[in-house]
């Protein structure tokens, strides 16, 4: 029986280049749209990490791991978001 391999696509040597948000939004749409950007970015980081379960991914352990990658300490806010996303994946 032949074993499953998973195929993913690498990387892009250089990022994506970033567009700017269209202007004119509230501002509480720019402050969701970029707490959604960086909980996703934890919440792949964490999963990388082996943290598959939400009871896994304490503020300390998700604070921790936005250090390591290089980004600011998220709030408490942030950190729900990190867990219901590892949820969602489950």
Known sequence: MAAATLMTKPLPAHPLPRKPLPAGWPRERYE???????????????????VYRPEQAHNRKIRSTAADIGVHAPSDTTCRLVRALIYDNC
């Open 32 to 50: 969701s749209h970029n707490r959604r950007l960086k909980a996703m970015r934890l919440a792949i980081a964490l999963l990388d990490t082996g």
